[in-house]
């Protein structure tokens, strides 16, 4: 009886041990001195439908996560298309503690929200790394009257609404906030703008058909077409040009006079409660995956720009730009 109750203390202490080497989250192995390490696949959410510029930079990431063996685990890619992110955002959202889940953000993770389509923001989830800068570009058909940003602006300081401008997010999220504060510093009454959207992504076609005069959209969206001659890029919203064939060809609106900028930045979340340990499992991940000349290769391929930032630094960033962002939507009249 001794033996079998010695044995027993002994079984009911390692399973103790086990069980302290646990977080606090979803039952990942936590080492003696607090480190974290995944256990099981990593699930990345693009909250929005292949091929746009959340889905490529979360297939992309995965790529070289996993050819780079970067993290040793599949870091599997999911759609969650809907609501201009809300339906993505809602779903990691249940993922409450979850250190096995991500998604992929970039502004309208603070616009959304703060024009009343959704009910969670940045606030809700964890960031974890910002890894690129996108930026935007104004496009034209080739044969439109306009050969850049001032031609553009000058008829649309004389009528603001003589001008249709078409994207593919909602009033007050990305593609027409984008536009609307680089013609803002052009000295154009933005709230007299004509914006529409055209969520299924057709504002390339509707431009070229005439139906509408400029397309706001991400300048990786435009390189195909201009190679092909069918259109024309009056302007961007990097701080400087951009590397790249054809891309090294377009003039940022800060050449032409216009004092202003537009970053889409671009990096990743974790569920609301992640544990510490596995937030900086990942920022130091996703350094590596930034500093790689794999991700180079990537970032000159799409004309995306480093901006490499931790948890903390993100954070910061990510308040400054929320109420930067409130104050052009109240001015819009969009703000919830």
Not at 5 to 17: D, E, G, P, R, S
Not at 118 to 133: C, H, K, Q
Not at 294 to 306: F, Q, T
Not at 323 to 329: G, R, S
Request: glycine share 10%.
């Amino acid at each position: 009886m001794k033996k079998f109750l010695a044995t027993a203390a002994a079984f009911t202490m390692l399973i103790a041990a086990g069980c302290s080497n646990q977080s606090s989250g979803d039952g990942n192995a936590t080492g003696e001195n607090g480190e974290w390490k995944p256990t099981k696949p990593i699930e990345i959410t693009a909250p929005a439908g292949p091929g746009g510029g959340w889905d490529t930079t979360a297939r992309m990431a995965s790529q070289v996560f996993e050819q780079e063996k970067i993290i040793d685990k599949r870091l599997p890619v999911v759609n969650k298309a809907g609501g201009g992110g809300a339906i993505g955002w809602a779903y990691i959202a249940g993922k409450k503690d979850s250190e096995h889940n991500m998604f992929v953000a970039s502004p309208p993770l603070l616009l959304v929200p703060l024009n009343g389509q959704s009910e969670y923001g940045y606030e809700d989830f964890t960031p974890l790394a910002n890894v690129i800068a996108d930026y935007g570009a104004f496009v034209v058909k080739a044969e439109a009257k306009w050969n850049n940003l001032n031609d553009l602006f000058e008829d649309m300081k004389k009528d603001p609404a003589s001008v249709s401008v078409i994207g593919t997010s909602s009033p007050g999220s990305m593609d027409h906030m984008q536009f609307v504060k680089i013609a803002k510093a052009a000295g154009v009454d933005v709230t007299k703008i004509k914006y529409i959207s055209d969520p299924d992504a057709g504002g390339l076609t509707a431009v070229l058909n005439g139906s509408v005069d400029v397309y706001t959209t991400g300048v990786a969206e435009t390189i195909e077409q201009v190679k092909a001659g069918k259109i024309k890029v009056l302007g961007i919203t990097s701080e400087e040009r951009l590397e790249g064939e054809v891309l090294s060809d377009f003039q940022t609106a800060k050449e032409q006079g216009i004092d202003e900028t537009f970053v889409n930045w671009r990096g990743f979340f974790g569920p609301p409660g992640m544990d510490p340990a596995a937030v900086k499992y990942y920022e130091e991940k996703f350094k590596e995956l930034s500093d790689s000349p794999a991700w180079d290769e990537i970032r000159k391929k799409y004309g995306w720009g480093e901006l490499y930032m931790d948890s903390e630094e993100y954070s910061e960033f990510l308040k400054t730009e929320a109420e930067d962002m409130q104050n052009l939507l109240e001015e819009l009249g969009l703000s919830r």
